[in-house]
């Protein structure tokens, strides 16, 4: 009879494979802290990544607009100008409509009545409807598309009146391309069209028409009563009459508060916007949510970046259509 031997080198079952120790909890605390040190290197590098990407989109906007400027410009022999006159306040943007890929909602509007109905004067429901339209083009992505509060499409790239020097930042007869009932062509740039700005960027305001205690400072706008001329001293903060949080609310409307600018203060200034209570003067800056500077549209249709430090003569050089002024560093 054959018996089985059990060979010396045979393992027994319970002892197939070594032992395997697991993660301490030291080395697990490591590992926690080196995928944490990695995120937060990575997240500002994704942060920076998808800023640049808007940023890029806010600049192709405005090349748009400078294109259809050039479109409407060979139509009519003139720019838009940056208002009907009272109480037809159509904005530039909104007669560059039909240049922008948006002739649809242009043929709904009715420019024979006010844009928006102001006291008793009655605007047509269309327009009133179309005014509601938040419209990509005319919306930087870094920033919101509507003043919080506000049911009407806003508005970040406002039209180029001057340098708001002349007769206290009037919204009529200024020094730039488009303004209050303008009349403006090519042939009247005589500073040329590689050094004179027809659209910038603004940023929307905040919605809150109390003096900036709290929140950003740079939404709000000073506004004074009625008619008041804009003149510096007027405009002093600390003596405001009242505020507005309102800026760049309709992109329909033509005036200061909406959809024209100036170039009075510096680039992204800390010193605030000023307007009045008409909107018809105003001293303001241009502002963005970029970094470091603001975008531009020149009427050579090219888009620059300006940044912040600019000098304050080249920028309000920049401003004007037929200045004569030699403009040095400018981008």
């Known amino acids: 009879m054959r018996t089985h031997r059990t060979s010396p080198h045979a393992r027994s079952p319970h002892h197939d494979a070594p032992s395997r120790p697991g993660f301490t909890l030291i080395e697990l605390l490591v590992v926690i ?48 100008p940056g208002s009907l006159g009272f109480p037809l306040v159509w904005s530039a943007q909104a007669q560059l409509l039909p240049y922008v ?4 909602l242009h043929d709904l509007l009715d420019f024979d009545v006010p844009p ?19 419209l990509p083009l005319l919306l930087c992505p870094s920033d919101g598309d509507r003043v919080p509060g506000s049911e009407f499409g806003g508005l970040s790239y406002p ?32 500073d ?11 940023l929307l305001g905040d919605g809150t028409d109390e003096p900036p205690a709290e929140g950003d400072p740079r939404r709000r706008v000073v506004e004074l009563s009625d008619g008041t001329p804009t003149t510096p001293a007027a405009c002093l903060a600390d003596a405001a009459p009242g505020w507005s949080g309102q800026r760049g609310a309709k992109w329909i409307n033509g005036h200061y508060a909406d959809a024209m600018y100036n ?24 502002r963005s949510a970029h970094e470091g500077g603001v975008q531009m549209a020149l009427c050579d249709g090219s888009v620059q970046f300006v940044s912040d430090g600019i000098a304050l003569e080249n920028w309000r050089a920049l401003a004007t259509r037929a200045g004569g002024e030699v403009v040095e560093d400018a981008f």
Do not use: M, W
């Open 101 to 104: 890929e948006q002739a649809n």
């Open 263 to 286: 170039h009075f203060h510096p680039p992204n200034s800390e010193q605030p916007d000023c307007h009045n209570g008409y909107h018809s003067h105003a001293l303001t800056a241009a």
């Open 192 to 202: 040329g069209v590689t050094h004179t700005v027809v659209f910038g960027e603004q």
């Open 33 to 80: 802290a080196i995928i944490a040190i990695l995120v937060s290197l990575l997240l500002p590098a994704v942060q920076q990544a998808r800023e640049a990407a808007r940023r890029s989109q806010c600049k192709n906007n405005l090349k748009q607009l400078a294109l259809a400027l050039h479109n409407y410009e060979s139509t009519h022999r003139v720019f838009p």
């Open 159 to 190: 039209a180029c009146t001057g340098a708001g020097l002349k007769n206290d930042g009037s919204a009529t007869n200024a020094t730039g391309v488009i303004y209050s009932k303008s009349a403006i062509g090519f042939r009247d740039l005589r």
């Open 116 to 134: 928006l109905t102001f006291g008793y004067i009655a605007a047509a429901a269309a327009n009133e409807a179309a005014a509601k339209q938040a």
